[in-house]
């Protein structure tokens, strides 16, 4: 913002670009909170799930959460401005709320951040009692114990992943709720490095999400060599 001198270009992009990053990251929490709760609904219902309805509750529900997302971060764009910064000709971008709009404000984060990993937590303790109860049912000589440690162990990758982005997402956090402001260069890096470490989550799903779950790791690999045999097969007739 030091060297572009187009304000109208800079003000589209102060009043877009944060806003649609908020909108993105928390859509993204979402979304995963929702693929927990259907987990946790198959694992209740196991063959009684209606695959139809359960497709069409998914499309409604991506377009719910958008909606509300989008509202509830509307107020971001609202007060924002482009600020001269005097002797170092620079523009900021800078957004300033009122007492209320930034107790708003936090609140707004703080459920984005906390209610889809709750959501992620409980459905995880669902799939983990509902499948343990009907396997020790089906043998009843098996203690529930060893079936619990044995579930635990087997998806232990539905609790892992959303630990390690709320983790993540937590400097970003900090900063949202802060009402400080970035008062020279040599603060920068701070400000910089807790922002964007924040965005690994949603930047590395392979690593939080596949990486810790034997099952989509398998899939990963199987998929691979599949494409590999593909890709052999249509070169070695060049050849």
């Known amino acids: 913002m030091k060297l572009i001198a187009n304000r109208s270009y800079l003000y589209d992009h102060c009043l877009s670009i944060d806003f649609l990053l908020r909108v993105c990251i928390s859509m993204d929490q979402w979304l995963n909170a929702s693929v927990a709760t259907e987990r946790a609904i198959n694992g209740i219902k196991g063959p009684k799930l209606d695959k139809r309805r359960s497709k069409q ?21 609202i007060h924002r401005r482009l600020l001269d910064g005097g002797d170092e000709k620079r523009i900021w971008c800078i957004v300033t709320y009122a007492s209320h709009v930034h107790t708003f404000n936090g609140v707004i984060q703080a ?14 303790l669902i799939i983990i009692i509902k499948t343990t109860r009907q396997r020790s049912l089906a ?25 390690i982005s709320v983790i ?21 890096w701070l400000f910089l490095a807790g922002y964007f470490i924040s965005f690994i989550p949603s ?34 007739p060049m050849h």
Do not use: W
């Not at 459920?111 to 995880?124: E, G, K, N, R, T």
């Not at 937590?170 to 970035?182: D, K, T, Y």
């Not at 779950?213 to 097969?233: A, G, P, V």
């Open 57 to 77: 509750v998914a499309k409604l529900t991506i377009l719910v959460l958008l909606v509300l997302t989008i509202v509830s971060s509307i107020h971001d764009p």
């Open 111 to 124: 459920v984005h951040f906390s209610v889809p990993f709750a959501i992620d937590l409980i459905s995880f």
């Open 139 to 163: 043998k009843r000589n098996e203690f529930y114990k060893q079936y619990l440690h044995f579930q635990l162990r087997q998806h232990h990758h539905l609790l892992i992943s959303p630990v």
């Open 168 to 188: 993540l997402a937590l400097p970003r956090l900090i900063i949202v709720l802060g009402s400080g402001c970035m008062e020279s260069a040599r603060k920068s």
């Open 203 to 236: 930047m590395s799903t392979f690593l939080v999400f596949v990486m810790p779950s034997n099952l989509c790791k398998k899939e990963f690999d199987t998929t691979i060599q599949r494409h590999r045999k593909m890709i052999k097969t249509r070169i070695l």
